[in-house]
């Protein structure tokens, strides 16, 4: 291959970052053993974010996006990769310090690469991504602090989301009572669809006057947006509950007491999926393909074309998207 499609960040001169379609050669891929044709790629907040310069993402300008990827090796230094092995690469520096996912060929360091695990094609595990990795981590963080479904319900923010759907399905399908907490009034059926036994509109609490320490409603809580709604969330944790914080689509901030940590055990556990290193990277992905598959990947998946990428990232910023956007790089 000459030359390959991509879409790279650059700086502007007053210093934001914006996006662009481009082709690069060989040559200027980043260092690394493996050398993959990328098939499919997918759209996280976080990819919205570094693309737009709504958030300062990328860290080493220029740098082609895309936080995920997954295809087929064409060379690998690492004994553990051979051409035509399936793989998928995620996290770390990719798409932030290193090239990324939205480009026909990328070069990784072996040790951000996992095989392709039985039971996922390379557009399922990209249906899967950040988003399907980070949901796992979350659930399994939250299991091996005591979660089980007899605890009682899971309520999951931000849940018409990539995580958050996924999480959904996930939950569910492990036998527990599942509250989706969404902002759209238009997407019940939806939830539903994924698993949710109840589902509950942002509008209808009341933000502002959130105290200290409510009812315990909540088992667990699956967290994807921060802000008042996680403080309102820990209010009504039930005693040794487990939250699984994961994003911050609302907000950064969190304003809140120390009431349920030192008056009902609550444990807020934070969920990192992009340094979660080796075996556990390995073993929550045999899990996305064995036990914590969700059931409706194809119905909480679209896919695009690379050429339809730069017009998608404005609707993750608004907050309107559902579900989860596979790019369709070369497949
Ligand atoms: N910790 C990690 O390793 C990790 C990994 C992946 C993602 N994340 C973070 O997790 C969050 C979710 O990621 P994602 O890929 O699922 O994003 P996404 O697909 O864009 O979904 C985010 C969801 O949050 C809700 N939301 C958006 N803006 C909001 C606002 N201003 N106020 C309240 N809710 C809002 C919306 O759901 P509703 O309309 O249904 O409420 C939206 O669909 C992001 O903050 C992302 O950066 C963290």
Same mark, same amino acid.
């Given at each position: 291959?000459? =030359? ?5 960040? &650059? ?29 499919? +790629? ?29 295809? &087929?090796?064409? &060379? +690998? ?13 995620? =996290? ?19 040790? @951000? ?30 299991? $091996? ?13 931000? !849940? ?11 939950? =569910? ?23 949710? !036994? ?15 320490? $409510?009812?315990?409603?909540? !088992? ?11 403080? @309102? ?11 699984? =914080?994961?994003?911050?689509?609302? +907000?950064f901030k969190l304003d ?16 990192? +999926? ?36 730069p017009g998608c990232f ?18």
């Amino acid at each position: 291959m000459t =030359s390959f499609k991509a879409y790279q960040i &650059e700086q502007d001169d007053s210093g934001k970052a914006f996006g662009h379609m481009t082709r690069l050669t060989p040559d200027q891929l980043d260092e690394g053993e493996v050398t993959i044709r990328v098939h499919y +790629s997918s759209v996280n907040y976080k990819d919205a974010l570094a693309a737009t310069g709504k958030g300062k993402i990328i860290r080493r300008f220029p740098c082609v996006g895309g936080i995920d990827m997954a295809g &087929e090796v064409t &060379e +690998s230094a690492d004994p553990r990769f051979k051409p035509g092995d399936k793989v998928i690469a995620t =996290s770390f520096d990719i798409g932030v310090a290193h090239h990324g996912g939205y480009a026909e060929l990328a070069r990784v360091p072996g040790r @951000w690469v996992v095989p392709l695990p039985a039971g996922l094609d390379l557009q399922a595990a990209m249906a899967l991504g950040t988003a399907g990795f980070t949901a796992a981590l979350g659930i399994v963080r939250m299991e $091996d602090n005591g979660l089980a479904p007899e605890n009682g319900p899971v309520v999951v923010t931000g !849940a018409t989301g990539g995580v958050g759907g996924l999480a959904i399905d996930m939950l =569910s399908q492990r036998g527990y009572h599942v509250v989706a907490l969404t902002g759209k009034d238009t997407e019940e059926d939806y939830l539903r669809m994924l698993g949710a !036994a109840e589902v509950k509109l942002t509008s209808t609490i009341d933000l502002e006057k959130v105290r200290a320490l $409510d009812t315990g409603i909540w !088992a667990g809580a699956v967290d994807n947006v921060g802000g008042p709604i996680l403080h @309102w969330v820990l209010a009504h944790m039930k005693q040794a509950g487990t939250v699984a =914080s994961i994003g911050n689509a609302a +907000s950064f901030k969190l304003d809140t007491t120390v009431f349920p940590f030192i008056l009902r055990g609550v444990s807020l556990l934070g969920v990192d +999926s992009g340094y979660m290193g080796f075996p556990t990277r390995q073993r929550v992905w045999d899990r996305l393909a064995t036990d914590l598959k969700p059931r409706h990947l194809a119905e909480v998946t679209r896919v695009i074309d690379f050429d339809a990428l730069p017009g998608c990232f404005d609707d993750f910023i608004g907050g309107r998207v559902k579900g989860r956007t596979v790019v369709k790089i070369a497949a």
